[in-house]
């Protein structure tokens, strides 16, 4: 039995009685394009309605997060990984008890560990789908090989993109490496997009309709449509005062938006049965692609 089976076993053997987090990846095609103040006030919103979240920091080098949170972790994924701590340890409580995890450089090493390790590794971040109902992944923009992986591994991905041309052109290249990924599943996988910084209603939804057009004639691939937050002064203010825009002006044009958007993603979820994947199975997977 390989390493990758062994894994496998070992989540459908916890798999049984506990819950299973609803795992949900924010990316794009390049930085700049609010992709972190997405996944802050999605979580916000997703609290609000009585959810519990944590955001999985994902962006290597970058401390976004924590920056817009207001909070300095005292611990990363690094130190579940190689100084022994547990998964409750590493979680640093922000804004309305939203869980946030700094990955640190701390998947890059996965491949390098022994089994003993990422079965320990695994069994902790199960836990995590017992703490919170859904987990935000907050990747690194561009097209990396360690973006693809988060991406590959992914059930459920936004996309947050801008009128921007680069913004839509890094987009397309995003979704056209991802396409042609040996380990993506399209069936597997639902894509959302989000345009962000738009002047109205409607250029978020003609950004959209541009961006589909390329994507279903030259990928063939299947993507939908999220919704838009505008542009706002408030939200500029409430990243200065590092503080999320869904706290500090929660009548705001921007935080109404992702109100709308978080209700559509649980709408979402009600009313189309998807399998959930969970924290332990997403980071299996991502191990299983370390190691073919």
């Not at 561009?142 to 991406?151: H, T």
Request: charged share 20%.
């Amino acid at each position: 039995m390989d390493q990758a089976e062994q894994l496998r076993n070992i989540i459908k053997a916890g798999n049984v009685s506990r819950p299973v987090a609803r795992v949900i990846t924010v990316t794009s095609g390049k930085g700049g394009v609010g992709k972190s103040n997405t996944a802050i006030n999605l979580a916000i919103q997703f609290r609000k309605m009585g959810q519990r979240v944590i955001i999985l920091d994902a962006d290597f080098g970058l401390a976004n997060i924590e920056i817009m949170f207001g909070a300095v972790p005292k611990h990363n994924l690094c130190d579940l990984i190689y100084q022994g701590k547990n998964i409750r340890e590493i979680i640093t409580w922000g804004p309305m008890d939203v869980g946030f995890i700094s990955g640190g450089s701390g998947i890059a090493g996965l491949s390098n560990l022994s089994r003993e390790y990422l079965v320990y590794i695994i069994q902790n971040l199960a836990q995590l789908d017992a703490i919170a109902d859904v987990i935000i992944i907050d990747t690194g923009a561009g097209i990396s090989d360690a973006v693809l992986e988060f991406l590959v591994a992914s059930g459920e991905i936004i996309l947050v993109t801008t009128p921007e041309p680069t913004s839509i052109t890094d987009s397309y290249s995003l979704l056209k490496a991802l396409r042609r990924h040996a380990r993506f599943s399209e069936s597997a996988t639902r894509i959302k997009v989000m345009a962000n910084k738009v002047d109205s209603a409607a250029e978020g939804q003609t950004l959209f309709n541009k961006l589909n057009a390329v994507v279903s004639r030259y990928l063939k691939l299947s993507v939908s449509y999220l919704g838009s937050v505008p542009q706002d002064n408030q939200l500029s203010r409430a990243v200065m005062q590092q503080m999320p825009v869904s706290i500090q002006a929660p009548g705001s044009k921007s935080a109404l938006a992702y109100e709308e958007i978080a209700a559509k993603l649980m709408n979402i979820e009600t009313n189309h049965t998807f399998e959930k994947r969970g924290m332990a199975a997403f980071f299996s997977h991502l191990i299983q692609q370390k190691n073919r």
